[in-house]
């Protein structure tokens, strides 16, 4: 089976959230599992294209409704995932951001969903003097490249089209691309006539087109597929979800991680390397230096709390901020904060550390290294998201037995088990339900208080918490059951809905 992915990220090329993660991992998982699964991305100004080997592949021109575009696609493997990166003036190959404006990302990703299936074309006649190769599947992620599976479902007459299946992963409802329809018209994209779409007047909103038309429908974690047919979290979108759950066509497939590169047994960015036999004293060595460099006292008997995310009101981090500075203020612990995000947050955030100094400490930056000392190093991992679709930050962290306190939604509520306040004999984690700073200043007491008081249940629940399995395994064959129901909707004795 061949599946082609399109995304606007890729780890390591480009990322600004758990989409990059994914595309990153997934992919790989599914060619050791006998898919050949490659990727396409935009080529951004930012990638190094000497460092990660990309080569000019082979270039043609797409006739636009005001006039032709020059694409030129480039190509690299990594991992073993072969990768074609688009460029294409003005909208792809300069400029050192990934995302930008609305008026400026809405058409450029628009473009690039109508590049994709240009490309695919190209591929099939075996352009760049390669063996022809076409997708039996076309896999989009999030709004960016949503818009790709109607321009297939509308070019199904053709029979180079007819049999590809088409699948759409929703990484954050929150995002969408909507009023969009300036942008599509000047695009020459056709009307959009699916009944669901039009009845709930989402003919303009590109992830909205993007559930209509795929064949079907994931998402991240079960739980999160479970609120998104919500109000809460289906902004806005939630009945057209809900229509396609009624068919079957959507299910929550949890995210897993590249369990080769998060490793703690092996990772040479750690000060001393450990696994679940030698956690103890491999992370006590790890939290020496992470104390050292952030200028906090090197104490082994303090509990310290880490937090690495975007700095954003979806991650909680309005309501941590208060409650770590009622913990900062009354309780012997230390705090190390990574991240940037909202101006605001940050400012509340870098505020915090200055007053609690001696124990608190804030790198308002992006900083992967860092992050993963964070993972192996702290004891407490705060991650008090307001909703979280899957999130990797809390697997990360147990992985590197590092406690994770968290908010019980989504892909949280999928993957941390919340301690019995006994001898952990279940649990690998702290979980609270509330969305209050106070649940957060209660959750961070109790994890500290264990940490004190109950170390040896403690311990069990962090070898437990690195013996849990986050590898793509399962979860990749569940992708491959829904790529053959997707191509099933096509076969002659299918039935496309």
Same mark, same amino acid.
């Given at each position: 089976?061949?599946?082609?992915?399109?995304?606007?990220?890729?780890?390591?090329?480009?990322?600004?959230?758990?989409?990059?993660?994914?595309?990153?991992?997934?992919?790989?998982?599914?060619?050791?599992?006998?898919?050949?699964?490659?990727?396409?991305?935009?080529?951004?100004?930012?990638?190094?294209?000497?460092?990660?080997?990309?080569?000019?592949?082979?270039?043609?021109?797409?006739?636009?409704?005001?006039? !032709?575009?020059?694409?030129?696609?480039?190509?690299?493997?990594?991992?073993?995932?072969?990768?074609?990166?688009?460029?294409?003036?003005?909208?792809?190959?300069? @400029?050192?951001?990934?995302?930008?404006?609305?008026?400026?990302?809405?058409?450029?990703?628009?473009?690039?969903?109508? !590049?994709?299936?240009?490309?695919?074309?190209?591929?099939?006649?075996?352009? @760049?003097?390669?063996?022809?190769?076409?997708?039996?599947?076309?896999?989009?992620?999030?709004?960016?490249?949503?818009?790709?599976?109607?321009?297939?479902?509308?070019?199904?007459?053709?029979?180079?089209?007819?049999?590809?299946?088409?699948?759409?992963?929703?990484?954050?409802?929150?995002?969408?691309?909507?009023?969009?329809?300036?942008?599509?018209?000047?695009?020459?994209?056709?009307?959009?006539?699916?009944?669901?779409?039009?009845?709930?007047?989402?003919?303009?909103?590109?992830?909205?087109?993007?559930?209509?038309?795929?064949?079907?429908?994931?998402?991240?974690?079960?739980?999160?597929?479970?609120?998104?047919?919500?109000?809460?979290?289906?902004?806005?979108?939630?009945?057209?979800?809900?229509?396609?759950?009624?068919?079957?066509?959507?299910? @929550?497939?949890?995210?897993?991680?590249?369990?080769?590169?998060?490793?703690?047994?092996?990772?040479?960015?750690?000060?001393?390397?450990?696994?679940?036999?030698?956690?103890?004293?491999?992370?006590?060595?790890?939290?020496?230096?992470?104390?050292?460099?952030?200028?906090?006292?090197?104490?082994?008997?303090?509990?310290?709390?880490?937090?690495?995310?975007?700095?954003?009101?979806?991650?909680?981090?309005?309501?941590?901020?208060?409650?770590?500075?009622?913990?900062?203020?009354?309780?012997?612990?230390?705090?190390?904060?990574? @991240?940037?995000?909202?101006?605001?947050?940050?400012?509340?955030?870098?505020?915090?550390?200055?007053?609690?100094?001696?124990?608190?400490?804030?790198?308002?930056?992006?900083?992967?290294?860092?992050?993963?000392?964070?993972?192996?190093?702290?004891?407490?991992?705060?991650?008090?998201?307001?909703?979280?679709?899957?999130?990797?930050?809390?697997?990360?962290?147990?992985?590197?037995?590092?406690?994770?306190?968290?908010?019980?939604?989504?892909?949280?509520?999928?993957?941390?088990?919340?301690?019995?306040?006994?001898?952990?004999?279940?649990?690998?984690?702290?979980?609270?339900?509330?969305?209050?700073?106070?649940?957060?200043?209660? !959750?961070?007491?109790?994890?500290?208080?264990?940490?004190?008081?109950?170390?040896?249940?403690?311990?069990?629940?962090?070898?437990?918490?690195?013996?849990?399995?986050?590898?793509?395994?399962?979860?990749?064959?569940?992708?491959?059951?829904?790529?053959?129901?997707?191509?099933?909707?096509?076969?002659?004795?299918?039935?496309?809905?």
């Amino acid at each position: 089976m061949n599946v082609l992915f399109a995304s606007a990220e890729m780890v390591p090329f480009a990322k600004a959230g758990g989409l990059g993660d994914v595309i990153g991992s997934l992919p790989k998982a599914l060619r050791a599992a006998g898919v050949d699964a490659r990727v396409i991305m935009p080529m951004y100004g930012f990638i190094d294209r000497a460092a990660y080997k990309i080569a000019p592949l082979f270039n043609f021109q797409f006739s636009k409704r005001n006039g !032709t575009a020059e694409v030129f696609i480039s190509y690299t493997e990594y991992d073993g995932v072969p990768v074609y990166f688009l460029t294409s003036w003005p909208f792809f190959g300069e @400029g050192g951001h990934l995302y930008t404006t609305w008026d400026w990302d809405v058409p450029r990703f628009i473009f690039f969903s109508q !590049t994709i299936l240009a490309t695919m074309w190209q591929l099939g006649q075996g352009a @760049g003097k390669r063996t022809p190769w076409t997708p039996d599947v076309l896999h989009v992620n999030d709004w960016h490249t949503a818009l790709a599976p109607f321009l297939l479902d509308y070019s199904r007459g053709d029979p180079y089209w007819a049999k590809m299946g088409s699948v759409i992963t929703i990484h954050n409802m929150a995002y969408q691309g909507d009023s969009a329809g300036g942008w599509l018209y000047d695009a020459g994209v056709p009307g959009r006539t699916q009944p669901d779409l039009v009845y709930q007047d989402k003919t303009n909103n590109l992830l909205a087109i993007g559930l209509a038309y795929s064949d079907t429908i994931s998402t991240v974690s079960p739980r999160y597929a479970v609120e998104m047919q919500s109000p809460r979290f289906g902004e806005g979108l939630e009945g057209m979800v809900r229509a396609r759950n009624q068919t079957g066509d959507a299910i @929550g497939i949890l995210n897993g991680l590249d369990v080769e590169r998060w490793n703690p047994a092996t990772d040479p960015w750690l000060v001393k390397t450990f696994d679940t036999t030698t956690f103890l004293a491999g992370r006590a060595v790890n939290k020496a230096d992470l104390q050292q460099e952030a200028g906090l006292q090197i104490r082994p008997d303090v509990p310290l709390i880490g937090l690495v995310s975007r700095l954003v009101a979806q991650k909680g981090i309005d309501l941590a901020v208060p409650a770590l500075r009622r913990l900062l203020t009354d309780t012997d612990c230390q705090f190390v904060v990574l @991240g940037t995000g909202e101006t605001e947050l940050e400012r509340q955030l870098w505020r915090l550390c200055e007053d609690f100094r001696w124990k608190a400490r804030a790198y308002l930056q992006y900083d992967a290294l860092l992050s993963q000392r964070i993972y192996a190093s702290a004891d407490l991992f705060l991650m008090p998201s307001r909703y979280e679709p899957c999130g990797t930050g809390q697997m990360l962290a147990m992985r590197y037995g590092c406690l994770p306190i968290v908010r019980e939604t989504g892909g949280l509520a999928d993957t941390v088990t919340n301690y019995d306040n006994a001898d952990a004999e279940h649990g690998t984690g702290f979980v609270f339900s509330w969305e209050e700073s106070e649940a957060v200043l209660g !959750t961070l007491r109790w994890a500290v208080d264990t940490y004190r008081h109950r170390p040896q249940a403690f311990q069990r629940m962090q070898q437990r918490a690195m013996q849990q399995d986050f590898s793509w395994d399962s979860s990749a064959q569940k992708y491959i059951t829904m790529y053959e129901r997707s191509l099933s909707k096509h076969q002659p004795s299918g039935k496309k809905d």
